[in-house]
């Protein structure tokens, strides 16, 4: 189990080696380009090297791209829906430039059409992605905090997504902070294991490759997509000790998307206190 954190990629790559040893980082998660603009950033052959060496020798991977923010899957406008399945396809490539494992995305919202009502769109929308992206990739859902019509905020919305398309580059991301917030009481011993087994039968815990490690500002099943620094929420350090202890995340990169107690993103004392806990788990 690595302790990683979304880094900030202002500057470029590079840069974002740099801040990412600074706060003790195990492996990282970055964005591709501007999280809030459709434009796709450059990025030379140059940067990409020192970027894939840095990685290496600061033993930073796994590394995961993050989708942009604008992504609807579910959009019915025509163009967006077009831009969307762009953007995520030049993440795909850029990934496999980069030497990154995939691409977490959130898949958007239904607007309050119904989950049914959007099925068959999103499952082609993925589809037009997976057609065009290089083949060991990993095209990653993030499930939803469930505000809006987000779409993944129950295992089964992403398990349908999941079984429809019959792609091994199809996984998982699990956000803690999205999971609480969705009604799944993982800070309880109880409640986890129900979470996992829910989870294992509906999409299958093969798939679930990355999780997003955050405290939660707000209450079990409130529907909100608010992050807290670890410790300072509603899960609390007995309820991340009792994720970090479960079997089903031995094995994954743990990335802190944290507002940070300088409100400038995860920090040091985020990946410390993650790492304490780490250092409680029986092995
Ligand atoms: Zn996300
Ligand atoms: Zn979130």
């Known amino acids: 189990m690595k302790i990683g954190a979304h880094i900030k990629t202002a500057g470029g790559l ?8 600074g706060i003790g980082a195990e492996a990282m998660q970055i964005f591709g380009s501007q999280p809030h603009m459709w434009r796709r950033r450059n990025h030379s052959d140059e940067d990409v090297a020192v970027f894939m060496e840095g990685v290496r020798e600061y033993d930073l991977g796994p590394v995961f791209l993050h989708g942009i923010y604008l992504i609807n899957l579910a959009a019915d406008d025509e163009a967006l829906l077009e831009k969307s399945i762009g953007a995520l396809t030049w993440d795909m490539k850029l990934c496999e430039r980069i030497g990154a494992q995939g691409v977490i995305f959130h898949l958007g919202s239904h607007k309050g059409g119904g989950y049914d009502a959007v099925f068959d769109r999103v499952c082609a929308a993925v589809s037009k992605v997976l057609e065009d992206s290089p083949p060991n990739v990993r095209l990653t859902l993030e499930n939803s905090a469930g505000s809006g019509g987000t779409i993944g ?24 902070q999205h999971t609480f917030a969705s009604g799944y009481d993982i800070a309880s011993r109880d ?9 294992d039968r509906e999409v299958g815990l093969e798939r ?3 999780v997003h490690a955050n405290d939660s500002k707000v209450e079990l099943g409130a529907n909100r997509d608010r992050h807290e620094n670890i410790g300072e929420g509603l899960i609390g350090t007995a309820g991340f000790e009792n994720v970090l202890s479960h079997q089903a995340f031995a094995e994954l990169p743990f990335y802190l998307e944290v507002p940070g107690f300088e409100g400038t993103g995860p920090d040091t004392e985020n990946v410390d206190r993650l790492k304490a806990i780490r250092g409680k788990v029986p092995a």
């Open 153 to 176: 905020r129950r295992f089964d919305e992403l398990g349908r997504i999941v079984k429809c398309l019959g792609d091994d580059r199809v996984c998982v991301c699990l956000d803690t």
């Open 14 to 21: 590079v840069p974002a080696l740099e801040r990412a040893v």
């Open 191 to 199: 409640g986890l294991e129900k979470a996992i087994e829910e989870f």
């Open 208 to 210: 679930l490759v990355a």
